[in-house]
Structure formats: structure tokens, C-alpha cells
């Protein structure tokens, strides 16, 4: 009896093992093995208020979801490579946010409509910002891993180099716009003074 019992602990320890060496592996999300949402879901509060409770989650395809951000969180009449380094920023920002959905009052959702994620309004692309996102559709600015990040960004002091955010990983919004039409810097450029060490990809 004892032999048997003793063959029955082996065998359950041979499986438990064979269990966590099977154990399915969590692969990072990377831009290599994740491809951009089709659609994102937007709860949308009254008035763009960030503290007023949600009405509905509103969804929507995910490049127009960045076409009706970026011209209320980067000037429309800014230099156009400060807009291009906003349109990557925008678009990270969101692609992050729908791998890590928040249920918030029985509402599921990745971003809302207010500055607690990034200022959304439907339908209010401008010409400008629109050509920013689709120039800059099938580029990303990521860690050496890939890996998918929020590029983070505040408004920083207007018409200034803002230059206590660089370095930082939060980008200043003026400063991109300072960096693009005073210094004559590109969109990769600025986006490197900000985001160090992150680096341009095509997908």
C-alpha cells in the first residue's frame, strides 16, 4: 500500500509540474504582435467635463478617433511637424488605453472624452490635424522592445521652449510647437527630445 500511495505522489507531482511547464506564456503587447484597434471606445461625459459622470460609451473607429482628438489638444495652425509629433502622441496615447480598458459605473471603456484621457469631440477634425494622422498613420515612436506606451503630453508654458519637460517622457504641447517653428526641428526630433531612448517604427 505504501508503494502505491508512493507512486501516486510521484505521479501527482509529475503532472503538477507537466501543469506549470504548460503553463501558457503572457506575451508582452508589442507594435510586433498587436496590431492598432479597429475601434475605440470613448465614454463620453457632458460638456468634455472630466468630473461629470458618463451618459454612454460612444464607439468609434479608431483613426477618427484620433483625427477628432488632436485638433483640441494640438492648435490646428500650429507648424505642421509639431502636429505630426502630435499625431503619433495621440495615437499611442489612445492604442495603450484599449489594451487597458476601465469599468467605471457599469459603463467598460478605454478612454473618455475629457482631459482625464485625451479631449474628444466627434466629428471636429480640421484639415490640418487630419493630414498629420494619416501622414503619420503607419509610423509609432516606441521603447528598443516595441513595446506599446502611452506617450504622455501637458500643454507646458505657451510660446516656450519648455525645455524642464524634455527628457521627461511627457511631452509639452507649446514646446513641440516651439521646437518645430523656432527651431526648425522634425516631428522625430522633437518626439526624441521628449520620449529619450524611444525610437521611430513603421507597422
Not at 466629428?123 to 490635424?129: C, K
Not at 511631452?171 to 521646437?179: A, P
Request: aromatic share 16%; glycine share 6%; proline share 6%.
Amino acid at each position: 500500500m505504501r508503494t502505491f500511495r508512493s507512486l501516486q505522489l510521484t505521479l501527482a507531482s509529475a503532472a503538477l509540474a507537466f501543469a506549470f511547464e504548460q503553463a501558457p506564456v503572457i506575451s508582452a503587447q508589442t507594435i510586433y504582435n498587436t496590431p492598432y484597434p479597429s475601434v475605440i471606445r470613448v465614454a463620453i461625459r457632458a460638456n468634455n467635463n472630466p468630473t461629470s459622470p458618463i451618459l454612454y460609451v460612444q464607439t468609434v473607429g479608431f483613426e477618427e478617433y484620433c483625427e477628432d482628438v488632436l485638433p483640441n489638444e494640438w492648435m490646428p495652425s500650429w507648424n505642421a511637424e509639431a502636429l505630426k509629433a502630435g499625431a503619433i502622441a495621440v495615437k499611442m496615447f489612445a492604442w495603450y488605453w484599449t489594451l487597458h480598458p476601465t469599468t467605471e459605473g457599469g459603463f467598460t471603456y478605454d478612454v473618455d472624452n475629457t482631459t482625464n484621457f485625451q479631449t474628444f469631440k466627434y466629428l471636429s477634425g480640421q484639415v490640418a490635424t487630419d493630414l498629420a494622422v494619416q501622414e503619420t498613420w503607419n509610423m509609432v515612436f516606441v521603447p528598443s522592445d516595441g513595446s506599446i506606451k502611452p506617450l504622455d503630453f501637458r500643454a507646458g508654458t505657451p510660446d516656450g521652449s519648455n525645455t524642464g519637460y524634455v527628457g521627461t517622457f511627457i511631452m509639452s504641447q507649446w514646446g513641440s510647437q516651439y521646437w518645430a517653428q523656432t527651431a526648425k526641428l522634425p516631428f522625430t526630433t522633437i518626439l526624441s527630445l521628449f520620449y529619450p531612448g524611444y525610437q521611430l517604427r513603421f507597422v
